[in-house]
C-alpha cells in the first residue's frame, strides 16, 4: 500500500526532497550507511568518501539535507490527497523498477490497480493536427477496451488526446507530470486530471509537491512514461519532439516495443515519425490490432527480464501481467475450459459470438498475461 504522509518517516522525506540526491545517489547512501535514518545524519566527510561524490559536492549535499523541510511536504501531501510509494514497496510497479534508474519514490494521486501492469504510452507533439488528436483518442480508446491501461505526459495535444480517449471508453489511464502535484500543469487539464483520478487511474511524478513545472524536468520525466509502459506508440511527432526522446528511451534503454503512426508524407507534424520508421526504430502500425501483435510479439522477452530482475508472479501462479479480465477475455478462458482442448480461432469465434477483430485482440491480450497458448493445434488454455 502507498504511504499516507504522516507514516512517512522524517528522515526518509529528507533524503527525498534535498536537491541532488537522486537515485543512484540515494541507492548509495543507503547501501552504506543500511537505513535513511543513519543517511540523513551522514557527516560532509562520509558523503566525501562515497564513490564519486568529492568534498565540494558533500557539502552541497549535507546543506540540502539539513535545509530540507519534511512537515511542509507533509502537510502540501496532505492538502492534495498525495501519498508515496517507495522503491522496493510491494506496489511499486515492477516494470518502472526494471529499468536502469527508477525513481526512489513516486508522488501519486489515485492509485494503481493491478490492470495497469498491463499498459501502454501514447505519446505525441503538443501542436498537433486534428488527426493527431482523432487518431490518438481512436488508439487509446479502442486499446483502452482491450484491458491495456493508457500512459501518457498530461500535456496538451497527444498527451491529452490519449487519456480522455481511455477515460471516454471506461477505460483507466496513468498521467506522468513534470512538476509536483501541488501544481496543475497545463491548468487547461484540470478537470481531466480529476477525472482520472476518481476511480479511473492515477497522476504520478519523482518530484516532491511544489516543484515547478520548469523544461528540464520534462525529458527525465519521460523514462518514467516508457518505463510504466510494455510499448510505447507515437501518434504524431515533429522531428525536435519530446516524443522522440520517449521513444528513444524506451527502444535503447528499457527494451520496449516502439511503434509509430504514420500521417501525411508532406506534414511537418509527423515528420518526426516517419523518421523514426525510416530508420528502422519503429513499427509502423495503422489500427489497434497492430498494436496488439507487435506487443505480443515482445511479450515473452519482457517477462524474461522481468523474472530474471526477480520479478515472477504471485506464488499462486498469476502472472506479473495477470489482472480484471474483459467480459470478452473473460468468455474466451470459460469457452477454452469448458473445451478442455486446443480449438481453432474460428471455433472460438462461434462459440463465444465475438466478432473477429475483439477476437484476435482479446487472445493476443491473453497470451501476454500468460493465460493462454498459441501452437500448431490451435488456442489453449495455459496450465
Request: aromatic share 2%; net charge negative; glycine share 10%.
Amino acid at each position: 500500500m502507498a504511504h499516507l504522509p504522516q507514516h512517512i518517516s522524517n528522515a526518509t522525506l529528507r533524503l527525498l526532497l534535498a536537491p541532488g540526491i537522486g537515485p543512484v545517489t540515494l541507492r548509495k547512501l543507503r547501501e552504506r550507511f543500511g537505513s535513511d535514518e543513519r543517511a540523513a545524519e551522514v557527516t560532509v566527510t562520509e558523503l566525501a568518501d562515497l564513490h564519486g561524490i568529492g568534498r565540494q559536492t558533500a557539502t552541497s549535499l549535507r546543506k540540502a539535507i539539513d535545509e530540507s523541510r519534511p512537515d511542509q511536504e507533509r502537510e502540501a501531501m496532505q492538502q492534495a490527497g498525495v501519498q508515496l510509494i517507495l522503491h522496493g514497496d510491494e506496489d511499486y510497479p515492477a516494470l518502472l523498477a526494471a529499468i536502469p534508474d527508477p525513481p526512489a519514490a513516486l508522488w501519486i494521486k489515485g492509485e494503481f490497480k493491478d490492470e495497469d501492469r498491463l499498459a501502454i504510452c501514447i505519446v505525441g507533439s503538443r501542436k498537433c493536427t486534428t488527426y493527431g488528436r482523432e487518431q490518438a483518442g481512436r488508439f487509446a480508446a479502442l486499446l483502452a477496451e482491450s484491458g491495456l491501461t493508457i500512459i501518457s505526459g498530461g500535456a496538451l495535444g497527444i498527451d491529452g488526446a490519449a487519456h480522455r480517449g481511455a477515460l471516454q471508453a471506461g477505460g483507466r489511464t496513468v498521467i506522468v507530470m513534470g512538476c509536483g502535484l501541488a501544481h496543475s500543469y497545463p491548468p487547461e487539464h484540470e478537470s481531466l486530471f480529476q477525472k482520472a483520478i476518481d476511480g479511473h487511474g492515477a497522476m504520478v511524478s519523482e518530484y516532491p509537491m511544489r516543484t515547478e513545472p520548469l523544461a528540464r524536468h520534462f525529458p527525465r520525466r519521460n523514462r518514467i512514461i516508457s518505463g510504466l509502459s510494455l510499448g510505447v506508440l507515437v501518434v504524431e511527432a515533429a522531428r525536435r519532439s519530446g516524443a522522440l526522446i520517449t521513444a528513444h528511451v524506451a527502444a535503447e534503454d528499457h527494451g520496449r516495443e516502439v511503434m509509430a503512426l504514420p500521417g501525411r508524407v508532406d506534414s511537418p507534424a509527423s515528420a518526426g515519425c516517419h523518421q523514426l520508421l525510416q530508420e528502422g526504430a519503429a513499427a509502423l502500425v495503422v489500427n489497434h490490432a497492430d498494436v496488439l501483435r507487435q506487443l505480443d510479439a515482445s511479450s515473452h522477452l519482457m517477462r524474461g527480464a522481468l523474472e530474471a530482475a526477480g520479478h515472477e508472479g504471485a506464488s499462486d501462479g498469476a502472472t506479473l501481467f495477470d489482472g480484471n479480465l474483459t467480459p470478452g477475455q473473460l468468455a474466451i478462458v470459460e469457452v477454452l475450459r469448458d473445451a478442455g482442448q486446443a480449438m481453432l480461432v474460428d471455433q472460438l469465434a462461434a462459440r463465444t459470438r465475438l466478432p473477429v477483430n475483439q477476437l484476435l485482440a482479446d487472445l493476443t491480450l491473453l497470451e501476454i498475461r500468460g493465460r493462454v497458448r498459441k501452437d500448431r493445434s490451435g488456442i489453449s488454455l495455459k496450465v
